[in-house]
C-alpha cells in the first residue's frame, strides 16, 4: 500500500517539474462554473494550442490529477488560492504536451520502448523510480522490487495500472525534455573573450565622481508635452508597451457587518454566559462547547495575556473577567489556575549608540545618553525623548521593549532590570555591548503564570442585517442602467465609495483587494458584457459587490491614450535632459565648480567599488549608462552631460582598479554556459508559446 501511494503520488510529477523549470510563471484561474455559463458553439472547448483544440474533459484530467498530487503532499484539501495555481499549471501540462510535442516530432527527438524500460528496470535508472523503489531498511534502490512490482500490477485493484500508466508517462516525458534541453544547451558556446569580459565586468572596479541633476529639479509646470511628441515617443519605444488582454472596471462594495443591534444581541448573548462560566466544574467542556476558539491549557506570562487581562493583575484564580469587545470578537476570560514561573518584567528604554568603537565616540555617546536622562528626571516625556533621541527600532514606540522574561536580553542589561524594585526611571545608566541604555520599568517584575480559560465568539452579522446591505447593492444595481447613472447613483450616497481596477487579467482571481473575485472577472470578460454595462450583485468574501465595464483591453500594443500619463512622464524627462544639458554646457572646470555655475539642483557625489556588471552608482541608483561611459574614461577624464535613468549626468573616472589576474577562465566559462543553456530552454518556450497561437477560453468555465 505504501509503495502504491508512492507512485500515486509521483504520477504526472514530471511535466510539472518541467513546467517549473523553464520558468512558467503562475496566474490565477478559479472553480468550474455551471454548463449553463458555457459559450458559443464548442462548448466544451477550453482553448487551443498550436491548431488543436482542446477539450474541457482533456484539461480537468490533468487538474483533477495534479490536484490529488498537490493533496497528498500538504495532508488537507486545497483552498480557493491553491486551486487556481493547481488550474494553471495543467494549462502549462497541456502547453507542453501539445506545442513542445510538435517541437519534438518536427526534431526527431523521442524515447523508445527499450530506453523506457532501461530508465525503470535497467542499467540507468530514473531518479523518479529510485525514489519509489528504494528499500527503506537499506536506503538503497531495489530493482527487483521494481520487477515484483510490475508482475503483481493488475491484482493491485483497478486503479494500479492506470497510475503506473500515468507514472511511465511523466518519465517519458521528462526525458523527452532533457533531450531536448540537452539539445539546446549544445548550441551555447562562450569564447575565450566572452569570459575574460564577463570576468572583467564582475571583478573589475572603478572609483567615480558623478555630477547628478535630478530631473524632478526642474518643475512639470515648466514643460509643455504635446500629443505629436506622445506619438512620436510611442512610435520609437513600441516594444515597451506590449499588453495582454484586460478589462477595466469601477465598483462599489457594500461590506456585511455586524449592526448596533447585532452588538447588542451578542452582548446580551455572553452575558448570560458569564455567570454559567463561573460556576462550571470542567472549565475546557465549556469552552469547546460554547467558544468559536478551541481551549489552550497552556500557561501564561503576563505578556502572553490579551492586554484586558493585563490591565486586571494581579488576577484571582477562579474569577471570570469580561466581556471584553475587540475586532469584531467577544471574550470571557477565567483564570483556571495560577503558579510561579520564570520571571518576567515590561520595561522601555532608549538607545544610545556610539558612532564608531573608538573611545572618543564612546565617551560622547555616553554624555548624550546622561544628558537624556537627567532631562527625564527634570520631567522630560520618556516616549517623546525615546521617539527624538533613540537609535534603535523601538524609537517609534517610544522605546516600549514589552514584556521580556530572564535570558532573553543581554545580561549587562537584564541584570540591573531584573534587579529593581516596583515601577520607574533606573536612576543610572546602563551599559551593554550595543551602548548606553536609559530604561524606564513599566510594569514590576512578577513570577506569576496563569491558565486561562477563553471564550471568545465573533459578533456575526444578523440575516436583516445582510438583508439590508444587499438591499442598498440591488438597489445600486438596478436603477443604473449605464456607467454614468451608476457614477451618479453612487455620487448621490455618501456611504458609497466607488473603486477602480484598470486592466483586469482574464485569469485573474484578485481584483483589488477583493478576494476570491472570480464571478466578477468571467461577468467582465462574458461576450455579452458591453462597455457601460452595470453587473449584478455579486457576493464577494463578506461584503457585497456591484461594478461597471469602463473598458476593454485587447492583446497587443496599449493605445496612446491609455498610457498617456506614463508617455508624459517620459517625455517629459526627455524635454528636461535638453534643457538641463544646454545649461550644464556653459559650466566649465572640476564638476564642483560646473555643479555651483548650474545652481543648488546640481549635487556631486563620489562612489567606490562601482562595477561594470552591476550598473549602478551608490547614492543614485540604477544608472547602466553613466557605469559604461566612466569605465570607458582614462582617470582624470570626464564625459560630456548626457541623460541618464533619473536625471542628467555629468562622470568622471576617479581611478580603475583592475580585475586580479587569472589564469584559467574554465570555471567562467562553464558559468556562462550554465546561464546561457538555461535562458536558451526559457526562450525556446516562449518562442514556441508565441507560434503556437494559444487561445485561452478558461474564463468560459471558471
Known amino acids: 500500500m505504501a509503495l502504491i501511494n ?332 495560577a503558579r510561579e514561573g520564570a520571571s518576567t518584567v515590561k520595561a522601555s528604554h532608549i538607545l544610545i549608540k556610539p558612532e564608531n568603537d573608538t573611545p572618543e565616540a564612546k565617551a560622547a555617546a555616553k554624555a548624550k545618553a546622561q544628558d537624556v536622562l537627567n532631562q527625564i528626571k527634570n520631567g522630560a516625556d520618556f516616549a517623546q525623548m525615546a521617539a527624538q533621541y533613540g537609535t534603535d527600532g523601538t524609537a517609534a514606540m517610544g522605546g516600549d521593549l514589552g514584556w521580556f522574561s530572564e535570558g532573553r536580553m543581554v545580561p549587562a542589561f537584564e541584570k540591573p532590570v531584573f534587579a529593581f524594585s516596583g515601577t520607574g526611571l533606573l536612576p543610572n545608566l546602563v551599559e551593554s555591548e550595543f551602548g548606553y541604555h536609559i530604561v524606564k520599568v513599566t510594569a514590576p517584575k512578577t513570577n506569576e503564570t496563569y491558565k486561562i480559560a477563553a471564550v471568545q465568539r465573533s459578533i456575526e452579522p444578523s440575516e436583516a442585517t445582510r438583508d439590508a446591505a444587499y438591499a442598498i447593492a440591488d438597489k445600486l444595481s438596478g436603477t443604473s442602467g449605464s456607467t454614468e447613472e451608476f457614477r451618479k447613483n453612487v455620487a448621490e450616497d455618501k456611504s458609497l465609495v466607488k473603486e477602480e481596477a484598470a486592466n483586469i487579467g482574464k485569469n485573474n482571481v484578485l481584483v483589488n483587494n477583493l478576494n476570491n473575485a472570480r464571478e466578477l472577472v468571467r461577468w467582465a470578460y462574458s461576450k455579452d458584457t458591453e462597455i457601460g454595462d452595470v453587473s449584478p450583485v455579486f457576493e464577494i468574501d463578506d461584503q457585497f459587490v456591484v461594478a461597471t465595464l469602463t473598458g476593454k483591453r485587447e492583446k497587443g500594443y496599449a493605445d496612446v491614450e491609455d498610457i498617456k500619463e506614463e508617455l508624459t512622464a517620459a517625455v517629459r524627462n526627455e524635454i528636461k535632459a535638453k534643457q538641463i544639458i544646454e545649461k550644464l554646457k556653459t559650466g566649465k572646470g572640476t564638476l564642483e565648480q560646473i555643479a555651483a555655475s548650474y545652481g543648488p539642483e546640481a549635487m556631486v557625489k563620489s562612489a567606490d567599488s562601482v562595477t561594470f556588471a552591476s550598473g549602478a552608482i551608490p547614492g543614485i541608483g540604477i544608472e547602466p549608462v553613466a557605469v559604461g561611459k566612466a569605465f570607458g574614461l582614462k582617470p582624470g577624464a570626464q564625459t560630456a552631460p548626457f541623460e541618464g535613468q533619473g536625471g542628467v549626468m555629468i562622470v568622471e573616472l576617479v581611478s580603475l582598479n583592475k580585475a586580479p589576474e587569472i589564469d584559467n577562465l574554465a570555471s567562467v566559462k562553464e558559468q556562462l554556459v550554465a546561464t546561457r543553456a538555461t535562458r536558451a530552454a526559457n526562450d525556446a518556450f516562449e518562442a514556441i508559446k508565441e507560434k503556437s497561437d494559444i487561445k485561452d477560453n478558461r474564463v468560459k468555465f471558471f
Open 6 to 337: 508512492k507512485i500515486r503520488e509521483k504520477s504526472g510529477w514530471a511535466v510539472g517539474a518541467i513546467a517549473l523549470g523553464l520558468g512558467v510563471f503562475i496566474v490565477g484561474g478559479d472553480l468550474l462554473g455551471g454548463n449553463s455559463r458555457l459559450m458559443g458553439n464548442d462548448a466544451n472547448v477550453i482553448g487551443e494550442i498550436a491548431g488543436e483544440k482542446v477539450e474541457y474533459q482533456e484539461f480537468d484530467a490533468i487538474f483533477q490529477q495534479a490536484k490529488a498530487n498537490y493533496e497528498n503532499q500538504v495532508g488537507r484539501a486545497a483552498n480557493e488560492g491553491e486551486l487556481a495555481m493547481i488550474r494553471e499549471q495543467a494549462w502549462n501540462q497541456l502547453i507542453f504536451k501539445i506545442a513542445l510535442q510538435k517541437e519534438y516530432d518536427r526534431l526527431g527527438i523521442e524515447v523508445t520502448d527499450d530506453e523506457l524500460a532501461d530508465m525503470v528496470q535497467g542499467n540507468n535508472i530514473h531518479p523518479a523510480v529510485k525514489q519509489a523503489f528504494t528499500n527503506p531498511q537499506t536506503g538503497e534502490f531495489d530493482r527487483t522490487q521494481v520487477i515484483q512490482y510490475l508482475k503483481n500490477l493488475d491484482q493491485m485493484g483497478p486503479n494500479a495500472r492506470p497510475m503506473w500508466t500515468n507514472f511511465e508517462q511523466g518519465i517519458l516525458s521528462d526525458r523527452l525534455q532533457s533531450k531536448y534541453a540537452n539539445l539546446l544547451s549544445n548550441t551555447v558556446y562562450v569564447t575565450t573573450a566572452e569570459a575574460k569580459n564577463f570576468y572583467n565586468a564582475q571583478n573589475a572596479s572603478a572609483s567615480i565622481k558623478a555630477l547628478f541633476v535630478p530631473y524632478f529639479t526642474v518643475p512639470d509646470s515648466s514643460v509643455t508635452v504635446t500629443d505629436a511628441q506622445l506619438q512620436d515617443y510611442y512610435d520609437s519605444h513600441k516594444d515597451l508597451y506590449k499588453v495582454e488582454e484586460g478589462r477595466s472596471l469601477e465598483y462599489v462594495t457594500i461590506p456585511v457587518s455586524a449592526s448596533v443591534e447585532d452588538s447588542t444581541y451578542a452582548k446580551e448573548e455572553i452575558a448570560q454566559l458569564t455567570q454559567q462560566f463561573a460556576s462550571a466544574d470542567n472549565d475546557s467542556a465549556f469552552v469547546n462547547m460554547n467558544s468559536d476558539q478551541p481551549y489552550d491549557g497552556t500557561y501564561r506570562t503576563p505578556g502572553d495575556l490579551p492586554e484586558e487581562l493585563r490591565k486586571q493583575m494581579p488576577l484571582q484564580e477562579g474569577k471570570v473577567y469580561g466581556p471584553y469587545t475587540n475586532n469584531g470578537t467577544m471574550a470571557l476570560y477565567k483564570v483556571v489556575d
